[in-house]
């Protein structure tokens, strides 16, 4: 009989791992703030990236511009987690959706801003 143990946000089932969402509808998404200071408005996803502008058109802007810096550095690393520094493995799902979306050519908006 196959056994399944939880493994962060992975099923382990009879030795191989598959995404298993706990609610298909539900997606991780960092937090989002926005915040007025000076005459700049700033919007920022969880600790990941930020972007500003004189107008939320531009910090949303400027904000994507940085998240797909981020994205493709994720990408482009070969980013392994260790030990002593375990990854957030929802935030990593998130950055790995993004490159996807970017790199099929879409435009990461939708997903960060739903």
């Known amino acids: ?5 939880l ?3 992975l099923i382990r089932l009879e030795g191989l791992l598959v995404n298993q969402a706990p609610n ?4 991780f998404m960092p937090s989002l703030t926005v915040t007025e200071s000076g005459g700049l408005v700033q919007l920022q996803v969880g600790a990941l990236a930020r972007g ?3 107008s939320l058109q531009e910090a949303a802007d400027d904000l994507i511009r940085c998240l797909l810096a981020v994205v493709l550095a994720f990408r482009s690393s070969g980013f ?3 030990c002593e520094l ?3 493995v929802e935030t990593m ?3 790995y959706e993004l490159g ?3 790199a099929a050519g879409g435009d990461i908006r939708a997903r960060v801003f739903g």
């Open 24 to 27: 298909a509808d539900a997606f």
């Open 100 to 102: 996807e979306i970017a």
């Open 7 to 9: 493994v962060g946000s």
């Open 52 to 54: 500003r502008g004189a």
């Open 1 to 5: 009989m196959p056994r399944a143990g």
């Open 80 to 82: 392994r987690g260790s």
């Open 93 to 95: 799902d998130f950055l």
């Open 86 to 88: 375990q990854p957030d």
